[in-house]
């Protein structure tokens, strides 16, 4: 998604709490497509640090026009009590995700605010899942050590009513729209991947060239009479 704002023209600023993979990913964008990348190592639990973050990134720029939300805690992450049955997923662990996955959303766009209603064209984009939309059918997981916690789902799902409420409340000075996304190719089990294309009417899982064209059109003008929308990229999932 970096990639593609950055193809369209946009500098960046890049927030992770994996300062190296920010930095790799900064430079590797920068000289790709002439345009300046700042990485910005934050822990997107911490209220303070991702109000610094963005205050700094704002001075940096001297202006901030798009706000991307994709940090979160996914199907991947390591931790008790997360990939686990539903009995056995923890009260912490539940409550780090929505830290990261729905409180940070919340903040990163309140400190923001500013600065995107100045901007004239502001646009937030939160990234959801068709998991904030449906539950899961856990048949798919069989065999493989990943999981769809409970925690993932109400975070994606709050994602996407809180895009809803910024959009009318930032109006009309900010546009707010959500990208949910089905399953992407990220190295998953082979025995997954299969389980999940046969459920998939398009017959594939999506890749993260499939991620272009959304982002692109929810921040740019193509999408500039587009507020409180649900962009979903599922091969056809949630369509059955
Ligand atoms: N991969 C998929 O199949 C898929 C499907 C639907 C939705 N999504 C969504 O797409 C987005 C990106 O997911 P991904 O698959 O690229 O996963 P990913 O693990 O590659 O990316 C998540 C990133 O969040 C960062 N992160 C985690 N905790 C953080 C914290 N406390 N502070 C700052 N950064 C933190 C991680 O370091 C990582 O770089 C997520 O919102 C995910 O829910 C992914």
Known sequence: ????????????????ISGEAVENAARSIASDYGVSVNPVKVDLASESAIR???????????????????AAF????????WIAPFEEQSLSTWRAALAVNLDAAFILAQTCAPALRASGKGSIINIG??????????????????GNPAAYAAGKGGLLQLTRWLSTVMAPEVRANMISFGGIERGQPEKFRANYTKRT?????????????????????????????????DGGWTAW
């Not at 996914?74 to 009590?81: C, S």
């Open 1 to 16: 998604m970096a990639e593609a704002l950055a193809e369209a023209g946009a500098n960046l600023a890049l927030m992770d």
């Open 52 to 70: 610094s973050s963005c205050v700094s990134v704002i001075e940096h720029f001297g202006r901030l026009d798009i706000l991307v939300h994709s």
């Open 74 to 81: 996914v199907g991947t992450t390591k931790l008790e009590g």
């Open 129 to 146: 899942s068709i998991y904030g939309m449906v539950g899961p059918d856990l048949d798919i997981y069989g065999g493989t050590s990943m």
């Open 201 to 233: 009417p398009l017959g594939r899982m999506g890749t993260e060239e499939d991620a272009k064209g959304a982002i692109t059109f929810l921040a740019s003008d193509l999408s500039s009479y587009v507020t409180g929308h649900n962009l979903v990229v």
